[in-house]
C-alpha cells in the first residue's frame, strides 16, 4: 500500500519533464525577437528596390532574413513599371529598403510601400549628393552606390534599419558590416591603383547615360568635364526633368569624343546600347565593352555582387580606355 | 640696492633666455594632444597643447600610450557609425571594448597623440588594437604608426604599425608585465 501510494506520488515527478520537453524550444525562440534565425519560412523578409541595395542588404543580415528583390538583373530604375507580384512581395515584407534620390522613377517604391503600410529606409540618406542643373532647375544625382565611400553609407544605412527591426541580431549585423566596409575599403584602393595607370589626360569616360557622375567624380574622370559623366542621355532613361536624350546632348557628347580623345565609348548592361553604338560610329571610336550600371548582374555572372559589379567595370574601363588608345 | 637690482635682472636674463633656448629647441611635430579621462577609458573631445602642460596620468605617475602616424590621419569613410553617437575615427587605441583613445578629427603627420592608461596598470599582459585611417588618396603609399607605452613619460617599448596597401593601417600593440616594468621595476628597452 506504502509503495503504491509512493509510485503515485512520484509520478507526475516523472511526467512532467515530458510534457514540458515541447514546450522549450517555443518559449526559447519567443526570447530571441521576431527576427532570429528559425525555419526558412518563418525568417523576417527585407524587401528591397534594386539589385545594388539587395546586395548590401545581403551582406548585412547574413542568414536572418529572406532578402527579396523587386528589380530582375539589367532592369532598368528610372522606368520601372510595378507589377501586381510587386505589391504581393512588398505585403509580406517586414522591412522595405530602396535607393532614393529619386532613383525609383516616379516614386514607385515609395507608392507601393505605403499602399502597403510597411517601413521603408532610404539607404542614400546621408550621401553628399551631387547636384546636376537642367534647365534653371537642380537634380541630386540618384547613382550614389559608384564611389565606394558612399556604398559604406548605405551600408550603415542598411545596418541602422535591420537593428531597428530585429534589435536582438545587432552584434550579428554589425559583426558582418563592419567586414564588408573593409571590402569596400580595398575595393577603393585597388580602383584607385588601378586607375592611376591610366594617364589623366586619356581617363575619358563615355557612356549611355549620365550614371557614373559619383565614379569620375571619385577617380577623377572627364577632368574637362569638371570630373562628371560624359552621357548622350541624361541622369535618367525616363522622362524626368534633365532625363532622357536631347539633340543638343547627343551632339556635345559626339563633340567632346572627338576633342578629348576619348579611346573608347562605353555601353551599359541596363540601357539600350543602339544609341551609343551610334555615337561611336559619328565619332569613329570603338565600343570598349558594356558597363554594369543601374543594375548588376545576373546571378552566378561577374557582376552579381556590388563588389564583382565593380571590379568588372574597372577590368572594362581599363581594357578599353589603354588598348582602345593604343589601337587608334 | 643697485646690487640687488642688477642680481634680479641678470637672473630675470638668465632665465628668460634659457627659457628661450628651450622654447626654440621643442621640435614642431611633438605638439601633442592630450586626452582628459586618463583612467577610466572614456573618450573625451581632444584637446590641443603641450605635452607637459596637462595630461593627467603625468601627475599621477602612471602610464600612457602614444601613438603617432607619419601620415596625415582623418576620419574613416569606412567606419561603422550606426547610432549617431560615435562619430567616425581617424585615429583609435582600444583594449578590448575599452576605448583608450579616439580621435575623430584631424592630426598632422608626426603629431603625437597621448592617453593615459593610470598608475596601475602594468600588473599583466596586455594587447592594444590601434587604427589609424588616412586620406583615400594615400592608397597604396607606405604609413606608420607608432605605439609607444610610456611611464612618468619616459618610453619604456614600442611597436610600429605599417600599411599594407590601403589607406588603413591597423594591427595589435602586445605588452608583457615585464616591458611595462610592473613585475621587476626594470623597463625594456624595445618591444619585440
Same mark, same amino acid.
Given at each position: 500500500?506504502?509503495?503504491?501510494?509512493?509510485?503515485?506520488?512520484?509520478?507526475?515527478?516523472?511526467?512532467?519533464?515530458?510534457?514540458?520537453?515541447?514546450?522549450?524550444?517555443?518559449?526559447?525562440?519567443?526570447?530571441?525577437?521576431?527576427?532570429?534565425?528559425?525555419?526558412?519560412?518563418?525568417?523576417?523578409?527585407?524587401?528591397?528596390?534594386?539589385?545594388?541595395?539587395?546586395?548590401?542588404?545581403?551582406?548585412?543580415?547574413?542568414?536572418?532574413?529572406?532578402?527579396?528583390?523587386?528589380?530582375?538583373?539589367?532592369?532598368?530604375?528610372?522606368?520601372?513599371?510595378?507589377?501586381?507580384?510587386?505589391?504581393?512581395?512588398?505585403?509580406?515584407?517586414?522591412?522595405?529598403?530602396?535607393?532614393?534620390?529619386?532613383?525609383?522613377?516616379?516614386?514607385?517604391?515609395?507608392?507601393?510601400?505605403?499602399?502597403?503600410?510597411?517601413?521603408?529606409?532610404?539607404?542614400?540618406?546621408?550621401?553628399?549628393?551631387?547636384?546636376?542643373?537642367?534647365?534653371?532647375?537642380?537634380?541630386?544625382?540618384?547613382?550614389?552606390?559608384?564611389?565606394?565611400?558612399?556604398?559604406?553609407?548605405?551600408?550603415?544605412?542598411?545596418?541602422?534599419?535591420?537593428?531597428?527591426?530585429?534589435?536582438?541580431?545587432?552584434?550579428?549585423?554589425?559583426?558582418?558590416?563592419?567586414?564588408?566596409?573593409?571590402?569596400?575599403?580595398?575595393?577603393?584602393?585597388?580602383?584607385?591603383?588601378?586607375?592611376?595607370?591610366?594617364?589623366?589626360?586619356?581617363?575619358?569616360?563615355?557612356?549611355?547615360?549620365?550614371?557614373?557622375?559619383?565614379?569620375?567624380?571619385?577617380?577623377?574622370?572627364?577632368?574637362?568635364?569638371?570630373?562628371?559623366?560624359?552621357?548622350?542621355?541624361?541622369?535618367?532613361?525616363?522622362?524626368?526633368?534633365?532625363?532622357?536624350?536631347?539633340?543638343?546632348?547627343?551632339?556635345?557628347?559626339?563633340?567632346?569624343?572627338?576633342?578629348?580623345?576619348?579611346?573608347?565609348?562605353?555601353?551599359?548592361?541596363?540601357?539600350?546600347?543602339?544609341?551609343?553604338?551610334?555615337?561611336?560610329?559619328?565619332?569613329?571610336?570603338?565600343?570598349?565593352?558594356?558597363?554594369?550600371?543601374? /543594375?548588376?548582374?545576373?546571378?552566378? /555572372?561577374?557582376?552579381?555582387?556590388?563588389?564583382?559589379?565593380?571590379?568588372?567595370?574597372?577590368?572594362?574601363?581599363?581594357?578599353?580606355?589603354?588598348?582602345?588608345?593604343?589601337?587608334? | 640696492?643697485?646690487?640687488?637690482?642688477?642680481?634680479?635682472?641678470?637672473?630675470?636674463?638668465?632665465?628668460?633666455?634659457?627659457?628661450?633656448?628651450?622654447?626654440?629647441?621643442?621640435?614642431?611635430?611633438?605638439?601633442?594632444?592630450?586626452?582628459?579621462?586618463?583612467?577610466?577609458?572614456?573618450?573625451?573631445?581632444?584637446?590641443?597643447?603641450?605635452?607637459?602642460?596637462?595630461?593627467?596620468?603625468?601627475?599621477?605617475?602612471?602610464?600612457?600610450?602614444?601613438?603617432?602616424?607619419?601620415?596625415?590621419?582623418?576620419?574613416?569613410?569606412?567606419?561603422?557609425?550606426?547610432?549617431?553617437?560615435?562619430?567616425?575615427?581617424?585615429?583609435?587605441?582600444?583594449?578590448?571594448?575599452?576605448?583608450?583613445?579616439?580621435?575623430?578629427?584631424?592630426?598632422?603627420?608626426?603629431?603625437?597623440?597621448?592617453?593615459?592608461?593610470?598608475?596601475?596598470?602594468?600588473?599583466?599582459?596586455?594587447?592594444?588594437?590601434?587604427?589609424?585611417?588616412?586620406?583615400?588618396?594615400?592608397?597604396?603609399?607606405?604609413?606608420?604608426?607608432?605605439?609607444?607605452?610610456?611611464?612618468?613619460?619616459?618610453?619604456?617599448?614600442?611597436?610600429?604599425?605599417?600599411?599594407?596597401?590601403?589607406?588603413?593601417?591597423?594591427?595589435?600593440?602586445?605588452?608583457?608585465?615585464?616591458?611595462?616594468?610592473?613585475?621587476?621595476?626594470?623597463?625594456?628597452?624595445?618591444?619585440?
Amino acid at each position: 500500500m506504502t509503495r503504491r501510494f509512493l509510485a503515485f506520488l512520484f509520478l507526475p515527478l516523472l511526467i512532467l519533464p515530458i510534457l514540458l520537453l515541447p514546450l522549450l524550444p517555443v518559449s526559447d525562440a519567443s526570447a530571441q525577437g521576431p527576427a532570429a534565425p528559425r525555419e526558412s519560412s518563418k525568417k523576417p523578409v527585407v524587401v528591397c528596390s534594386t539589385t545594388q541595395v539587395a546586395d548590401f542588404a545581403r551582406q548585412v543580415v547574413g542568414g536572418r532574413w529572406t532578402v527579396k528583390c523587386i528589380l530582375a538583373p539589367g532592369a532598368d530604375p528610372h522606368t520601372y513599371t510595378p507589377t501586381p507580384g510587386d505589391g504581393e512581395m512588398v505585403r509580406s515584407a517586414d522591412l522595405c529598403l530602396e535607393n532614393g534620390l529619386h532613383l525609383e522613377g516616379n516614386d514607385w517604391m515609395g507608392k507601393i510601400v505605403h499602399d502597403a503600410g510597411k517601413p521603408l529606409a532610404v539607404c542614400a540618406e546621408g550621401v553628399p549628393a551631387l547636384q546636376m542643373a537642367f534647365g534653371g532647375e537642380k537634380i541630386l544625382d540618384p547613382h550614389a552606390w559608384f564611389s565606394p565611400r558612399n556604398a559604406a553609407i548605405y551600408v550603415n544605412n542598411v545596418v541602422k534599419a535591420i537593428s531597428r527591426a530585429d534589435p536582438s541580431g545587432r552584434g550579428e549585423y554589425e559583426a558582418r558590416a563592419r567586414l564588408y566596409l573593409q571590402m569596400l575599403r580595398t575595393l577603393d584602393a585597388w580602383i584607385r591603383e588601378q586607375v592611376n595607370r591610366i594617364p589623366p589626360d586619356r581617363r575619358v569616360l563615355v557612356t549611355s547615360h549620365d550614371a557614373f557622375n559619383y565614379f569620375c567624380h571619385e577617380y577623377k574622370f572627364n577632368p574637362t568635364n569638371g570630373f562628371m559623366s560624359l552621357a548622350p542621355v541624361g541622369w535618367s532613361t525616363g522622362s524626368e526633368v534633365g532625363a532622357g536624350m536631347t539633340p543638343e546632348r547627343r551632339a556635345e557628347v559626339t563633340e567632346s569624343i572627338r576633342r578629348f580623345g576619348a579611346a573608347a565609348v562605353f555601353v551599359e548592361t541596363s540601357v539600350n546600347p543602339k544609341l551609343i553604338r551610334e555615337i561611336a560610329q559619328e565619332a569613329g571610336v570603338r565600343v570598349g565593352g558594356a558597363l554594369y550600371s543601374d /543594375s548588376m548582374g545576373e546571378a552566378g /555572372s561577374a557582376g552579381e555582387t556590388y563588389i564583382g559589379m565593380m571590379r568588372e567595370n574597372i577590368v572594362t574601363i581599363m581594357e578599353g580606355l589603354l588598348s582602345g588608345g593604343d589601337a587608334k | 640696492m643697485m646690487r640687488i637690482v642688477s642680481v634680479l635682472l641678470l637672473w630675470v636674463i638668465a632665465l628668460g633666455s634659457l627659457h628661450a633656448y628651450m622654447k626654440s629647441i621643442e621640435p614642431p611635430l611633438s605638439r601633442t594632444v592630450a586626452l582628459s579621462g586618463a583612467t577610466g577609458g572614456a573618450v573625451a573631445p581632444a584637446q590641443e597643447g603641450a605635452a607637459e602642460s596637462s595630461p593627467e596620468y603625468a601627475a599621477a605617475g602612471g602610464y600612457s600610450i602614444e601613438a603617432t602616424a607619419t601620415c596625415e590621419v582623418e576620419p574613416d569613410p569606412f567606419a561603422l557609425a550606426t547610432d549617431g553617437s560615435e562619430a567616425p575615427a581617424a585615429l583609435r587605441v582600444q583594449e578590448g571594448d575599452r576605448k583608450i583613445l579616439t580621435i575623430t578629427g584631424g592630426v598632422e603627420p608626426g603629431a603625437p597623440v597621448l592617453a593615459g592608461l593610470g598608475p596601475d596598470w602594468g600588473d599583466r599582459e596586455r594587447e592594444f588594437f590601434a587604427e589609424a585611417n588616412m586620406p583615400l588618396d594615400f592608397a597604396g603609399r607606405s604609413c606608420a604608426l607608432r605605439l609607444r607605452l610610456l611611464r612618468d613619460s619616459a618610453p619604456l617599448t614600442e611597436e610600429t604599425l605599417w600599411t599594407d596597401g590601403g589607406n588603413r593601417i591597423a594591427g595589435t600593440f602586445r605588452v608583457s608585465p615585464v616591458e611595462a616594468g610592473a613585475e621587476t621595476g626594470e623597463r625594456a628597452p624595445r618591444h619585440e
